[in-house]
């Protein structure tokens, strides 16, 4: 069976709805709208939570507390097992190292170093953050973990 043979299931393709084309059609009149009013008009939709002019339930509750979500600052993860691809000859790994090794989309971009995986060779890595474990498996192997500002 290939592509250009493959047909729809009986009853799987309706053709299109032909509103306001007389009353018999059963979509005539008013095609579907209802009756008057602002959804009945053309473009006339309201938007989310609106009630009519009510106030609306998130206005008439009270909104407390705190939330860092729009504030934080998210860094690009790079794990101790992926630092283990890079080619043998670098030592020092940096931004500008990473973002040529395709680990990073800009070459100074701030990134953080996790723990995961394994490393055997040691590696000088100038990073914004390191993990506990990534810092302490550096170390072991003789390697540095440089926090760069």
Known sequence: MKLHELSN??????RKKRVGCGEGGGHGKTSGRGGKGQTARSGGSIRPGFEGGQMPLYRRLPHRGFNNKNFRTELPIVNLGDLEALDAAISEVDAAVLAANGFLRKSDAKFKVLGNGELTRPLK???????ESAKAKLEKLGGQAIVAA
């Open 9 to 14: 299931v009986a009853g799987a393709v309706h």
């Open 125 to 131: 890595i100038t990073a914004a953050k390191f993990s």
